[in-house]
């Protein structure tokens, strides 16, 4: 009778053991495998079409840069939307404030949570391009640099960018 149970016992662990490899939970963190609902998101929330635009994310000595730059440089609608919301991202970044990368990724980007409590040693700044505009993300704090690198090699992969995921 022991012997049974200790079998059942067994195979019952051995049945769950297969069935959480054949079907692994997702962590949290893994980047979304619904690039189109994420696009869509980022439509709403940034303010402009993601099919426009063409984003950057690069990443330096120093901290990084969030880029993004009309497809057809005619498109000044979208150059301007561009404009306002990287202009409002890097103050919204400087305040602690992550909501908008938060919703278009549907969930927190790695980093941001460093990046939001240490907005004293990192510095935030917007600046206009011919086509578009981007934030120049930097620190001398090596906590926030590491924060600032996973969360733009992050976006990096959420966006598809082939950028480079080290900084030169």
């Known amino acids: 009778m022991i012997r049974r149970r200790t079998r059942s016992l067994a195979t019952a662990s051995l ?5 959480t490899l054949a079907f ?10 619904d690039h189109a609902a994420m696009e869509r998101r980022g439509d709403e929330g940034m303010g ?38 990287l202009a409002h991202i890097a103050r919204a970044f400087a305040q602690g404030d992550f ?22 040693v990192i510095s935030y700044r917007f ?12 620190t ?6 590491a924060a600032i690198h996973d969360f733009l090699r992050f976006q990096i992969r959420e966006h598809r960018t082939g950028d480079p995921l080290e900084a030169p």
Do not use: Y
């Not at 600046?127 to 930097?138: D, K, M, S």
């Open 48 to 85: 402009f079409s993601q099919a426009k635009t063409v984003h950057h994310f690069l990443l330096k000595r120093d901290g990084g840069v969030i880029e993004v730059t009309t497809k057809d440089p005619a498109d000044t609608e979208s150059r301007d939307q561009i404009r306002m919301h």
């Open 24 to 33: 692994p939970q997702e962590p949290k963190s893994a980047p979304s495998h």
């Open 127 to 138: 600046e206009p391009e011919e086509h578009g505009g981007r934030v120049a993300i930097a």
């Open 99 to 120: 909501d908008i990368p938060m919703f278009v990724h549907d969930q927190a980007p790695p980093g941001a949570d460093v990046m939001a409590a240490n907005g004293d």
């Open 140 to 145: 001398k704090d090596p906590e926030a640099l």
């Open 15 to 19: 049945a769950l053991a297969i069935a």
